[in-house]
């Protein structure tokens, strides 16, 4: 056989080799993005980088992505292909809770790690710390570089207060220094004026008195020691003209603002406001946990990767921008331009991240064999002016926290060079339990059984309809103990589904209230009002106009379909349960301190029956009985066992 012959094989077998390799997995989750904040829907975004790779031939834009109201159950959702009221997390949980997701349940990492892949995380976990088994290189990832706590601002919580503390004692010091000071300026004082009114004074050392001049001047109160001297005018004679004239910038510090001549008077400049100097000051406040810092994290994993062995890559950027962090800086600012500013400074650094994370695929040739899947956690925060095209979640409705379209609508696309749709829009429903699937497919896994997400890399991929017709935005109810369970007791629960075009809102709109936090009024619980409300998102899509008394029948069917999920519902475990120990630390590079609790590795939830005593007598086996609010149910008793590890 001849050598062109060899090399033609040669060639074709490493052909086929590439072609067949498993995909580089690139996830990037965004912290509180609204629609309004990508350039695909608002022409004044701060994400050109973003949207160059959303809307390039290789770019599927997903018009229907939907996720959680909130950070901790959106992540659970991603991570496990389930709805997070199934596995307890519906509401999340605060940094003193002892909670995480149940080790009984797989993650995506886990899932790709059994595929071959090399797993690696980086910024925000939130979804346990408490124990060492729910920590992210417990659960599936190599290597992890972030924080467990919710936000980078809870990191910084111990450092602050601890430089508050070393201010105040360096004030007390200085106060102490100062009285010893002016104590010792008195003492010698009175020593100097020497016995009897004599300008003498006793040498210890030497046992003698020695005579004191008189003070050439004598010293009164509130005044300085030393005293400036007036120069010399050297000018006499001459007049004001006859000054060496200085250029505009001569002798002028770098910062100082030329005085400006205005109808012949030369008028001082003006200061910046004390609102201006807080603003900028905001505005150069460097980002600890900004996204460039965890984007050269995963720059160094691209750089360092071989082309023999695929790699995942979960990016989970602090994006978000909250009042607390302006209103540390004292002044009368306007709060809500303050936190927007914030929000786009933060907006660019994702986005240059994004740009860069991309250059280097490119430079280390890992490129064309690499998927990038883009997606926000949850919907943007409140803003007071909802019709303001500014607005992170104009035209929607409802914000962070809300089952309505701006809490739960978010930014997604998905790239990658070998997609060739032909159409970059893809308005088929996506949920974030459907990336676990989707992502697992591209990388040669079996499908998953038992999880609520489904694949649609063939529906994105060919823009054919969705495999998704229904979808839950949340269930939840206010479970409480018997001793809670009296007969003034009002229902408070929260059930949001979705049918094809029509949504139903059922019971409390906002999140229901999370026991660690402080009450805030209405019975303890974040609520507006119970309503029943049903809307027709294809014609509606703002959520406008109620059709529920209209369309009884729609109500009846998704009311009776909601149920169904509600059976599989398990409460929020250990509510009203929070450590006393201090479990943020200033020090970690994970922002928290682990193991002050125990696992749970499952929890499963049935009706109160005879055999119910006997599924909780396990020596690592929680047992706890709640009462449900929502009507509908029979029977409003559930019994749940959690086993512990």
């Not at 060639?11 to 997995?25: D, H, V, W, Y």
């Not at 001047?217 to 005044?223: L, M, R, S, V, W």
């Amino acid at each position: 056989m001849s050598h062109l012959t060899w090399c033609t094989i040669l060639l074709i077998i490493s052909g086929f080799k590439r072609e067949n390799a498993k995909q580089n997995i690139i996830l990037i989750l965004a912290d509180d993005l609204g629609i309004n904040d990508v350039l695909w829907n608002n022409p004044s975004a701060p994400t050109p980088h973003i949207h160059s790779l959303a809307a390039s031939p290789s770019g599927i834009i997903l018009d229907n992505a939907y996720t959680l109201p909130v950070c901790t159950p959106s992540r659970a959702a991603l991570m496990s292909g389930t709805y997070p009221f199934k596995l307890g997390l519906q509401r999340g949980f605060g940094k003193h809770s002892p909670e995480g997701l149940p080790l009984n349940t797989t993650l995506l990492p886990e899932h790709l790690r059994q595929e071959g892949y090399s797993t690696h995380g980086f910024g925000k976990w939130h979804l346990g710390f408490c124990s060492e088994s729910y920590t992210p290189l417990r659960r599936g990832f190599d290597t992890y570089f972030g924080l467990f706590v919710g936000d980078d601002d809870e990191h910084t919580q111990i450092t602050q207060e601890s430089k508050r503390r070393a201010r105040a004692e360096k004030k007390e010091n200085m106060r102490s220094r100062k009285g010893r000071e002016i104590r010792n300026y008195k003492k010698k004082k009175n020593m100097k004026k020497g016995i009897k009114g004599k300008n003498k004074y006793w040498n210890k050392n030497k046992k003698q008195y020695h005579q004191e001049k008189e003070p050439s001047k004598k010293i009164t109160k509130n005044k300085k020691f030393h005293s400036k001297k007036k120069k010399p005018n050297n000018n006499k004679g001459k007049q004001p003209n006859d000054k060496k004239k200085k250029t505009s910038n001569q002798g002028k510090k770098p910062n100082q603002i030329t005085k400006v001549k205005k109808n012949n008077q030369i008028t001082k400049p003006q200061k910046p406001s004390k609102e201006e100097k807080i603003r900028q000051q905001l505005l150069r406040k460097p980002t600890k946990f900004g996204s460039n810092i965890y984007g050269s994290k995963a720059i160094d994993v691209i750089k360092s990767a071989k082309k023999e062995k695929p790699f995942f890559i979960y990016l989970a950027l602090f994006t978000k921008s909250y009042p607390r962090e302006v209103s540390k800086r004292r002044g009368n600012i306007n709060m809500d331009e303050a936190v927007a500013e914030n929000r786009r400074k933060k907006l660019s650094e994702m986005d240059e991240s994004v740009k860069q994370i991309v250059k280097a695929l490119k430079t280390s040739g890992h490129y064309s064999n690499t998927v990038i899947f883009f997606i926000s956690d949850n919907g943007a925060r409140a803003m007071l002016d909802t019709e303001n095209t500014n607005n992170p979640n104009y035209p929607l409705r409802g914000s962070k926290g809300t089952v309505y379209e701006g809490g739960t609508k978010v930014p997604a696309f998905i790239h990658s060079p070998g997609l060739k749709t032909g159409s970059n829009r893809y308005a088929g429903i996506f949920h974030m339990v459907d990336i676990l699937p989707t992502l697992l497919h591209l990388a040669g896994g079996h499908p998953v059984s038992g999880i609520d997400g489904v694949n649609q890399w063939e529906a994105m991929s060919t823009n054919v309809k969705s495999p998704r017709t229904t979808m839950i935005y949340n269930i939840d109810d206010n479970f409480v103990p018997a001793v809670l369970d009296g007969p003034g007791v009002q229902p408070k629960f929260q059930i949001a589904i979705r049918e094809d075009n029509f949504k139903l809102v059922w019971g409390q709109p906002k999140m229901l209230h999370r026991s660690y936090r402080d009450a805030k009024g209405r019975g303890g619980l974040v609520v507006d009002q119970q309503v029943l409300e049903l809307y027709n998102l294809e014609k509606d899509p703002r959520e406008i106009h109620n059709i529920a008394n209209i369309r009884m029948d729609i109500v009846l069917r998704l009311k009776t379909l909601a149920l169904n999920y509600y059976r599989d519902l398990i409460p929020p475990r250990f509510m009203g349960l929070q450590t006393t120990n201090q479990v943020l630390d200033a020090n970690s590079d994970f922002g928290g301190l682990s193991g002050w609790c125990r696992a749970v590795v499952s929890t499963s939830c049935g009706p109160l029956d005879k055999n119910s005593f006997y599924r909780g007598r396990g020596v690592s086996d929680m047992s706890e009985l709640f009462y449900g609010t929502v009507p509908d149910m029979l029977d409003k008793r559930t019994f749940c066992v959690s086993k512990l590890e």
